[in-house]
């Protein structure tokens, strides 16, 4: 995703052994960019455990949010006296896991 990974783990230590409705409430609620990618990426992991794995929706919660550094994009900025600065726009690898309580 096209955010840096620093930004994104302020918003996933909010939701980190969360129930998943508890989760979903806080990120529907939190005013930051990545709080939207977070949301996608918990909904697409609580519908692979309730397709692919049977588990039941009640009983998820969050055991694990990481976001790793993905590739940079590396871009020049014009300075002065004919200089350029390297501009970084970092990218993140955001993952989800869920599973279900006893």
């Not at 302020?10 to 990120?27: M, S």
């Not at 588990?55 to 694990?64: A, G, P, V």
């Amino acid at each position: 995703m096209r955010i840096s990974p620093r930004k994104v783990k302020v918003v996933a230590d909010l939701i980190r052994g969360k129930n998943v409705d508890e989760a979903l409430a806080i990120l529907r609620f939190t005013p930051k960019k990545s709080a939207r990618m977070l949301e996608k990426v918990v909904n697409s992991a609580v519908a692979n455990a309730e397709n692919n794995h049977g588990m039941d929706r009640d009983k998820l919660y969050i055991s694990q949010v990481y976001a790793n550094q993905g590739p940079t994009l590396k871009r020049w900025r014009a300075r002065a006296q004919g200089r350029a600065d390297m501009i970084r726009k970092r990218t993140s690898h955001i993952g989800v896991v869920v599973k279900e309580r006893e």
